[in-house]
T-cell receptor, first 113, second 111 residues
Framework: DAGITQSPRYKITETGRQVTLMCHQTWSHSYMFWYRQDLGHGLRLIYYSAAADITDKGEVPDGYVVSRSKTENFPLTLESATRSQTSVYFC????????????FGEGSRLTVL | TQLLEQSPQFLSIQEGENLTVYCNSSSVFSSLQWYRQEPGEGPVLLVTVVTGGEVKKLKRLTFQFGDARKDSSLHITAAQPGDTGLYLCAGARGGFQKLVFGTGTRLLVSP
């Protein structure tokens, strides 16, 4: 089925380890986003991408790396995980428009011990 | 700094009651969206408002964008248990690429 999928859905890791969260969409949407959701903060934008090989920082990019070699994939990497990065991460995509509708994945719950 | 503040943060009501959720900011937004999120899922778009003073209705839900485009409200008439969820407002400043989300209002509607 078409849609946007995230993996893994749940991940427990230790401080200092590298973690990659995957995001795949089948709509060929140009825009893709990574948000983190924490109590009291709502959703905060980490990085976004307007097209393959084009990425830009959001509100809270420190400690994260993204890449987009293919339109359908937008992985998010925590190079050296910290406890403050324990959160629920959401990937989203959008075809465009002003404003466009964001389609979200089901989220990846990450716990850093 | 949270650009969009929602109130109340939590709301627990009985089926059939009416309620209003507010989304306020000191900043002007070119458009504003409302999303609903259910446990274990990502947010889903309910509505987009783009003109100051605009009112949109979606069945029992009424959305309003403030005249100055700094605030918005969501009114639910005769709430039902199926309305339970986390309601998020999101404002766009210029392009949507940096959509700013509100702090969220968690609604529980009991039968």
């Amino acid at each position: 089925d078409a849609g946007i999928t995230q993996s893994p859905r749940y991940k427990i890791t230790e401080t200092g380890r590298q973690v990659t969260l995957m995001c795949h969409q089948t709509w060929s949407h140009s825009y893709m986003f990574w948000y983190r959701q924490d109590l009291g903060h709502g959703l905060r934008l980490i990085y976004y991408s307007a097209a393959a090989d084009i990425t830009d920082k959001g509100e809270v990019p420190d400690g994260y790396v993204v890449s987009r070699s293919k339109t359908e994939n937008f992985p998010l990497t925590l190079e050296s995980a910290t406890r403050s990065q324990t959160s629920v991460y959401f990937c989203a995509s959008c075809s465009g428009g002003v404003p466009g509708e964001l389609f979200f994945g089901e989220g990846s719950r990450l716990t850093v011990l | 700094t949270q650009l969009l503040e929602q109130s109340p943060q939590f709301l627990s009501i009985q089926e059939g009651e009416n309620l209003t959720v507010y989304c306020n900011s000191s900043s002007v937004f070119s458009s504003l969206q409302w999303y609903r999120q259910e446990p274990g899922e990502g947010p889903v778009l309910l509505v987009t408002v783009v003109t100051g003073g605009e009112v949109k209705k979606l069945k029992r839900l009424t959305f309003q964008f403030g005249d100055a485009r700094k605030d918005s409200s969501l009114h639910i008439t005769a709430a039902q248990p199926g309305d339970t969820g986390l309601y998020l407002c999101a404002g766009a400043r210029g392009g949507f690429q940096k959509l700013v989300f509100g702090t969220g209002t968690r609604l529980l509607v009991s039968p």
